[in-house]
Structure formats: structure tokens, C-alpha cells
């Protein structure tokens, strides 16, 4: 079982920039893949980024692309996500997920642990 704790959220103006921080529990970090998720207000909840095991193979949705880049440290046993050119539209909670397999995967169903969550605001 692993345990999961962003951090790294914010305020920040239309254009601007967050790094957000996802520590793990555990010395089996780099036995789980990773992912990004994010939930604004009345939606549902969805997929940001995706990062296997040893950080060689991402996935990001396409609204992420070119802004948004996900990279892990398993010596930290954590998972970063850099937002770029933040927009209003990505203002949500953003949370970040493990899964044992170690196949990426963009569908939340397929994560089994779950972090509490960094609220990002843009604002415009």
C-alpha cells in the first residue's frame, strides 16, 4: 500500500506557472505507475498526465500538451507535475494516483490509491 501527499497548489495569474509535489510512502514508490488527475467545481473528475514506472513513458490529455509536463524522482519516491501557461479553465483540485501495473492509463478506475488533493486557482 502505498500513501500520497500533494502539495504545490495555489493562487496564481493567467500565464503563470505551478509545480506540484507528490510525495509517497513506502520504499516500493517505483513499483507503482503514476498519474495526475484534476476535478473543478460540478465536473467529473479527469485524467492530466501519466508516468510509468521508471519515467520513461508519459501520456498527457490533450488539454495538457505543451503545458503541462509530469516527471517522477524515485530516489524521492516522488511525482512532480509543471504547469505552464495555466489558463482559468485549468482551475480545479488536482490530485495525483498510483497503480500497480505498470502500464500507464488515462482511466481513474484503474488507480487504486489516491492523495487528498492541491487546490490550483487561475486567475484571469
Known amino acids: 500500500q502505498v500513501q500520497l501527499v500533494e502539495s504545490g497548489g495555489g493562487l496564481v495569474q493567467a500565464g503563470g506557472s505551478l509545480r506540484l509535489s507528490c510525495a509517497a510512502s513506502?520504499?516500493?514508490?517505483?513499483?507503482?505507475?503514476m498519474g495526475w488527475f484534476r476535478q473543478a467545481p460540478g465536473k467529473e473528475r479527469e485524467f492530466v498526465a501519466t508516468?510509468?514506472?521508471?519515467?520513461?513513458?508519459?501520456y498527457s490529455a490533450d488539454s495538457a500538451k505543451g503545458r503541462f509536463t509530469i516527471s517522477r524522482d524515485n530516489a524521492k519516491n516522488t511525482v512532480y507535475l509543471q504547469m505552464n501557461s495555466l489558463k482559468p479553465e485549468d482551475t480545479a483540485v488536482y490530485y495525483c494516483?498510483?497503480?500497480?501495473?505498470?502500464?500507464?492509463?488515462?482511466?481513474?478506475?484503474?488507480?487504486?490509491?489516491w492523495g487528498q488533493g492541491t487546490q490550483v486557482t487561475v486567475s484571469s
Open positions: 494516483a498510483a497503480r500497480v501495473s505498470p502500464l500507464t492509463s488515462s482511466r481513474k478506475q484503474e488507480y487504486a490509491y
Open positions: 513506502g520504499r516500493t514508490f517505483s513499483s507503482y505507475t
Open positions: 508516468i510509468s514506472r521508471s519515467g520513461g513513458n508519459t
